[in-house]
Every structure is written in structure tokens, then in C-alpha cells.
């Protein structure tokens, strides 16, 4: 942030002198070049041009204008004006689009045995598929070409904090600003419509999803704390060494520390994946889902979601390529999974064993 | 199933490491800062009880705008909520309703939405299982599945020394005395494996928590097992036990001296230990600092209206779905 405004006030004041200049009427074909070539070394890509309104503006008219700013994206050509795009059924190893959700907080529930245990709630607010890009053209993991991508947006962005470069996309599916996109890895046939909305009912309880959330930053850390190393003694002639690292690798072959060495440095505020946890509870209204155990990241903080491998889709196929709310019959406010005791069920009481006849 | 503990507490640092109970959970819509405040009242609080009084007002009064006492700017609540107010004030002014405390949510910072389904979750269970009114001091007995008890439940008596946390986590510790060994057990409120909560005995006491009688002689803590119910008259206050407990001598689990607790006798404390407890304790113009109390008090006057009309609106629903019933 530094730099570019470094960048912006050396750009503006060069660029002021060249404009003296031309309008002096003095070297004006030196002067137009000058500024081209101005734009082009001064990493003017890099600068941040945030939209903004006027403050001399009345209370009534700038909140008009910052209420049009939410709205003027959605005003265009949507994507889904156009026909729907075929929707394909699953088949074995297909790959859905995950979600962006929202870390809410933890909720304490009981199965049907009386254990109690505890889960996190995630919260889809207003995720929208941004881009669909085909296997051709994704990046992907593997590159191998096979993959298409989708890019979701999450939770609506103030117009005024956003940079405007970046606006581009949403304008082109038609959708507010996003506060976060990500990209997911799918196969062909879990194409999506740009500015199709996705909601919580496209997990189910009893699924199994990966979530992904910032892992609380730690700084700058030794050795010992960040790789898990021994150190050395504490007493018995240890002379200033107790939480170093110690050897850093063999002699004169390789003669050199080797790529990657585990070394003291930054720790925590990494995105980190936490696999197969469970669904057991989806709020259709709120766009809740409960996820059985902890999930990194702060309450309020986002979370990727998606399906885990070892779900058993060829049994019970998933909303494929997502659950569309205008389809089939409205879903219950509250789906439950099936060993979760639910409050307006009864107490939970164990059966006398029948004794065995001898 | 519920963690047992014999008798074995680990030490808390300070003193004010328990403030908490001096918030919201001990009983129910009352708090207890009030009481501290003696510059508009001339009756001192709680603990004096003058032959003439018949009822003993012992429940502090709410720090309300017309509160002579402390004077704080007017906040800006709607004409309905003012009015609800008003009209709370005459229900309040013959016995003060009952609400329990798990429903109000802790300080920092919560999602709305999660606090109010778990609300909603809490009513849900109270509409299959009773969960009557009782505090920290209340006999209660507890009806609980066990699948290693004869009959599939256990019951304990005991009397009631602890209610914690929010929502659906809420619990409380029971505390007996059975063949001479203490006993204390941390029941789950909303767990659905309490089938039965039974008040024997409905009654507040002086302090907002009574860990104390681990170390007090065990006469007050022992229950009779077989003990009969004692009816609380509907409509009347609930009664105020000030009882002044005898401890054992030291050492003790924590010093109780410097938490300034009113139902424990310490004055076979030594002067020296005596002089080093003003060092724990906040200076009384501390306690009315609203700097300091803000943070605690993060609930704003309009989300606690909303909670306790959630909560009226459930009391309203149980008695409707009774009278079907009967």
C-alpha cells in the first residue's frame, strides 16, 4: 500500500510538470510520449483506483449514490437472461463446486445415545458462481487440462472498498460485489451459470465436506514450536544452545543446506484444509450448516467448503450440479441428520436387556 | 454422562476470576451490582433482617433511568419499547417474573442468528421436559438415563452450588453428602438424558455461587436422599436463606476471605491473612465504575427486551399447550 502510494504521488506530480509543459505549448509530441511511456514504467497496474463519491455531496444524495454503487453491477446483460445451460446427472467421479461460508461459531449437540459433542456452524451469505471457465482454458491442480473451474464469490462488498479493477468480473455476471472468490476444481459436467445463487441445501446431513479457514497466526516462531523439534539440554554444559535447531545438514557433499530446511519462521495464518467432517444439521432459512468438530479460522471469518472423498455419492447422489430452490418441492427449515436427537423429540432412555434363557 | 467431582478443587489465582457470577447467572433477572449502591437507599442490603420486615426485600432494585441513585443519560429505546417497559413495570411491581438465566448471552463478540437458534433450541426441549425455576441454593433432584443403574435412571438429591454458561450448554452442580464422602455432580440442563427435574426445596441464597461448602462442615451440605418436596406458594417471592456457614479450619481449597461472599463465617481468619484481603477486592467507587462495567454488559437494552419477550412468548406457549393438555 506504501509503494503504490509512493508510485501514485511521484506518477501525479511528473505528470503535473509534463501538463505545465504542454500547456505552455512547448514540446508537446516529447510531452505525450514522455507520459505514455510514464504510465508504462511507473507500474501504473499496480495502482489501486478505488471508487469513490464526492463528500460535498448532500447525506440524502450520497447515500443514493452509494446505494447505486451496490446496484449499477447488476444492471447489465445477466448470464442467466440467457437459456439455462443443460443440467447433467452424476455419475461416478464427478466433482460439484464447493461454497464459501462464513465462521459463525460453535453449537453443542447430542445424538441419539445421548453423546454430546460439539460442532461448528458456517454460514452461506450470498454465494454466487462468478465464472465458469472449461478445462481448456482452467489452470488447474494437475494440469492436465481435464478440470473445469468455477469461481464463487461470497458476501456482499461495500462498493467503496473494493478495488476497481477488480469489479470487472462481477459486472459480467451480474452479481453484487464479493467480499471473497474462490476458485474450485469440477469435472465438465458440473457446469454452473454465472450468477446462479448457491445456498446451503446443496450439502445434506450425513455428507462429508473438507473446510478450509485461517489458522490463528502465531509470528515468528523458533524452531521447537514451529517444526516440533527436540533442542538440546537444558543443563550438562549446554553453552547458549537450548531451543536451537542444531545440525543444518550433511559435510562437503552436498555442501550446501538443501531446499526447504526447516528453519524458525512465520507461523499460523495459513489457509489449512480440515477433512471429513460431517454434516449433521442444515438451517434451510438461515443457510446454516452444522459441521461436526472445530474448523480453523475466527468467527466471522470465511471458510471454503466442499465435498470430501469419501463420500458414498454412488448410494445417495448429491445435488448435482447444485440444489436449484424453483425445483421439486420446498425443503424443511431444519434438516436433521438421522442419529441427531432433535430438542422436540423425547428424552433419550436405554431398554432393559432381556435376560438370556439358560 | 456428568463429570464427578469428590471433593478435589483446583486453586483459581484471583478472586475476581469468579466475577462472572456476580453478572447475570445466579439469579435470573436480577443484578447484583445494584445492591452495591448505597447512596440513594438508606435500608442497607441483604444481609440485616429487622424484626418488623415480614417479607425481606432482598432482591436489589434494577438500575432504571428514574433510579435517583445513579444518573445515566436516557438512551434512546422506540415509544414501544418504552411503553413495554411501563407496562412491565406494573407486572414487576407484585412479584418479579421468573427468566431463566442461560438465555441471555455472554460478552464479546456472537453471531446474533447462532444465540437466537439456540434460544429457539432450549424452548424446544423445555416444551418435551420441565425445567423448572430454581437458583444456587435450591434442593433439587435430578432424574437421569444411565444404562449401568438398575431401572435404566439414577437420582440425586443434592443442593444446587453452580449455574453456568449459555444455551444449551447450561449446566449446574448438585452437592450431597452420601455416607460421609462428598459428592458433587455437573449436570447438562438441555442434555437429553435427563428425564426428571424435581425442586425440593425452592430458595435463594446471599452469594451467587456456594462452592464454599467444600469447605465448610459438611452438616450444611448434607441432603436427605428421601427428602419430601416442600411446595412453593405460586406468587410469592422467593425466599432468601442467609444463612452464615461454619467452615472447617484451614487450610482451605481457595481463600474464601477474599471473595467477598456473605453466606460463610470467616472470622476464625487470622488478622494478618484478614489485612492482605483489601488488596483483592475493588474499592466500592471501582464497582460502580460504568467504564469497567460496559465491557461486561455488552447486551444492549433492546436485545435484552427481544430476549425476554422470546422468552414470554414461550412461557405463553407452555401454558397453552398444558391447558390442552389437562
Known amino acids: ?358 | 454422562m456428568p463429570r464427578i467431582a469428590f471433593n478435589f478443587v483446583r486453586s483459581v489465582g484471583k478472586a475476581h476470576s469468579l466475577h462472572k457470577y456476580n453478572c447475570r447467572l445466579c439469579c435470573g433477572n436480577v443484578r447484583h451490582f445494584a445492591s452495591q449502591d448505597s447512596s440513594g437507599k438508606d435500608e442497607p442490603p441483604t444481609n440485616s433482617k429487622s424484626p418488623s420486615d415480614n417479607e425481606v426485600d432482598a432482591i436489589p432494585e434494577r438500575l432504571s433511568p428514574d433510579n435517583k441513585a445513579a444518573t445515566l443519560p436516557a438512551p434512546k429505546i422506540s415509544l414501544d419499547l418504552l411503553r413495554r417497559r411501563q407496562a412491565q413495570k406494573k407486572d414487576q411491581e407484585q412479584v418479579e417474573k421468573f427468566i431463566t438465566p442461560e438465555i441471555y448471552p455472554p460478552m464479546g463478540r456472537r453471531s446474533k442468528i447462532l444465540d437466537y437458534l439456540e434460544r429457539q433450541d432450549c424452548f424446544k426441549r423445555r416444551m418435551v421436559m420441565d425445567i423448572p425455576e430454581f437458583y444456587v441454593g435450591s434442593i433439587l433432584a435430578v432424574t437421569m438415563a444411565d444404562p449401568h443403574a438398575n431401572g435404566k435412571t439414577s437420582r440425586l438429591v443434592g443442593i444446587c452450588i453452580e449455574r453456568k454458561n449459555y444455551g444449551l450448554g447450561a449446566s449446574f452442580k448438585l452437592r450431597n453428602v452420601i455416607d460421609g464422602q462428598g459428592l458433587e455432580v455437573l449436570y447438562e440442563l438441555y442434555s437429553p438424558l435427563l428425564h426428571k427435574l424435581e425442586v425440593l426445596k425452592l430458595e435463594k441464597r446471599t452469594d451467587a455461587h456456594l462452592l464454599y461448602l467444600r469447605d465448610a462442615l459438611p452438616e450444611y451440605s448434607t441432603i436427605d436422599p428421601d427428602m419430601i418436596a416442600i411446595k412453593h406458594p405460586p406468587g410469592r417471592p422467593v425466599p432468601v436463606n442467609d444463612i452464615v456457614v461454619k467452615m472447617k479450619p484451614r487450610p482451605w481449597h481457595r481463600r474464601w476471605e477474599r471473595y467477598e461472599l456473605k453466606g460463610l463465617d470467616v472470622s476464625g481468619v487470622s488478622q494478618s491473612r484478614m489485612a492482605t484481603v483489601q488488596d483483592h477486592i475493588l474499592p466500592e467507587y471501582k464497582k460502580m465504575d460504568l467504564l469497567m462495567m460496559y465491557p461486561r454488559y455488552d447486551i444492549t437494552e433492546k436485545d435484552r427486551m427481544r430476549i425476554e419477550r422470546e422468552w414470554e412468548v414461550h412461557q405463553n406457549e407452555l401454558e397453552r399447550t398444558a391447558k390442552k393438555g389437562s
Not at chain 1, 500500500?1 to 512547448?26: D, Y
Not at chain 1, 442444515?282 to 461436526?292: D, G, L, Q
Open chain 1, 1 to 358: 500500500m506504501a509503494t503504490s502510494w509512493c508510485l501514485t504521488s511521484m506518477r501525479n506530480s511528473l505528470l503535473k510538470v509534463v501538463k505545465f509543459s504542454v500547456i505552455q505549448g512547448r514540446n508537446t509530441q516529447i510531452g505525450e510520449n514522455f507520459v505514455q511511456r510514464l504510465k508504462a514504467c511507473t507500474c501504473s497496474h499496480l495502482i489501486q483506483h478505488r471508487s469513490y463519491y464526492d463528500n460535498t455531496l448532500t447525506s440524502e444524495n450520497q447515500k443514493f449514490v452509494y446505494q447505486w454503487n451496490l446496484l449499477k453491477h447488476q444492471f447489465g446483460p445477466s448470464p442467466l437472461k440467457d437459456s439455462p445451460w443443460p443440467r447433467q446427472d452424476w455419475k461416478p467421479g464427478s466433482k460439484r463446486t464447493g461454497l464459501i461460508a462464513v465462521k459463525l461459531g460453535m453449537y453443542p449437540m447430542w445424538t441419539k445415545s445421548g453423546k454430546k459433542f460439539v460442532t461448528t456452524a458456517l454460514q452461506i451469505q450470498d454465494c454466487n458462481v462468478i465464472r465458469y471457465v472449461p478445462p481448456d482454458i482452467a489452470p488447474g491442480d494437475d494440469q492436465t487440462g481435464k478440470n473445469a473451474a468455477i469461481e464463487v464469490g461470497a458476501k456482499n462488498a461495500s462498493p467503496l472498498y473494493m478495488d476497481k479493477g477488480l469489479t470487472h468480473k462481477f459486472h459480467d455476471a451480474c452479481v453484487p460485489l464479493k467480499q471473497r472468490t474462490v476458485l474450485f476444481y469440477v469435472t465438465e459436467n458440473s457446469a454452473i451459470q454465472p450468477g446462479t445463487p448457491l445456498y446451503a441445501t446443496h450439502f445434506r446431513p450425513g455428507m462429508y465436506v473438507d473446510c478450509c479457514g485461517k489458522t490463528i497466526g502465531k509470528g515468528f516462531q523458533g524452531v521447537m514450536k514451529r517444526w516440533g523439534m527436540k533442542g538440546q539440554p537444558a543443563s550438562h554444559g549446554q553453552t547458549k544452545t537450548h531451543r536451537r535447531m542444531g545440525a543444518t545438514g550433511g559435510g562437503g557433499s552436498p555442501g550446501r543446506i538443501w531446499k526447504g530446511k526447516k528453519m524458525p519462521g512465520p507461523m499460523g495464518n495459513k489457509w489449512r484444509w480440515t477433512r471429513c467432517l460431517k454434516i449433521w444439521r442444515i438451517n434451510t432459512r438461515h443457510n446454516i450448516i452444522f459441521v461436526e468438530g472445530n474448523v480453523s479460522g475466527s468467527k466471522g471469518g470465511f471458510v471454503k467448503i466442499k465435498d470430501s472423498l469419501n463420500n458414498r455419492f454412488e448410494n445417495d447422489p448429491p445435488p448435482f450440479p447444485t440444489h436449484y430452490p424453483e425445483d421439486g418441492d420446498a425443503l424443511a427449515e431444519e434438516l436433521y441428520d438421522e442419529d441427531l436427537h432433535e430438542m422436540l423429540q423425547e428424552s433419550v432412555a436405554f431398554e432393559e436387556e432381556e435376560e438370556e434363557e439358560r
